[in-house]
């Protein structure tokens, strides 16, 4: 139950921020912020955190640019599902095969789904002339992933019903985005 108190919350922040959630849970565990599972143990590896935040301090300056974050965010389609499902297993530590696929499976689609929320939301954002309100979205984003990936270290249940609430009203309001898009657009007989 704790595993999956922390692969929940650890997929939803991956979605949204995949370096920003592997640094963090490294930086806590390397500098002895929080003691995490054995199975975390290759996310504070000097390597594996330095390569995260060079990445971080690149999507950083991306996604501060309007039309380049969403060049950015179709690039991380393929990445972000793919880094949640590696979070997850890893988050599940040693099991079996069959309970590593599950999580896996359950990891990237959690990511996959806050990933194509925070695309969804940057491109609509990237309508607007001017710059700020990108800025705050992405703000928000890496403040959020980093915050969620604390609390899930250090209180996976809290973090896990915030994620689930939090995925529920993205589901929410995408079947009624939806619904509202089959209306507006019939489909026509042919």
């Known amino acids: 139950m704790n595993a999956l108190g922390r692969i ?13 959630t592997v640094a963090a849970a490294g930086l806590c565990s390397r500098y002895g912020l ?21 990445m971080y301090a690149v999507e ?18 393929v990445i972000r599902p793919i880094g949640g499902a590696v979070v997850a297993v890893s988050a599940l530590g040693h099991s079996t095969p069959s309970a590593q ?4 499976l359950l990891g990237g689609s ?3 789904t806050t990933h194509l929320t925070k695309a969804g939301t940057r491109a609509a954002a990237n309508t607007s002339p001017e710059p700020f309100s990108n800025w ?14 604390w609390v899930a270290v250090q209180h ?11 995925l529920a009203i993205i589901v929410a309001v ?14 026509r007989a042919a």
């Open 174 to 187: 995408g079947s009624f985005v939806f619904r509202a898009l089959r209306r507006r657009f019939p489909k």
């Open 60 to 77: 950083f300056v991306a996604d501060k640019v309007p039309w380049v974050d969403t060049a950015w965010d179709a690039v991380h389609t």
């Open 110 to 112: 959690i990511a996959m």
């Open 156 to 166: 996976p249940l809290l973090a896990t019903i915030v994620a689930v609430v939090l």
């Open 34 to 54: 929080v003691d995490l599972p054995d199975q975390f143990r290759a996310f504070d590896n000097p390597w594996v955190i330095g390569a995260a935040l060079a």
């Open 8 to 20: 929940i919350p650890f997929a939803f922040a991956s979605g949204l921020n995949l370096y920003a």
């Open 136 to 149: 705050a979205l992405s703000f928000a984003e890496d403040i959020f992933a980093v915050g969620l990936t």
């Open 101 to 104: 696929a599950i999580a896996a």
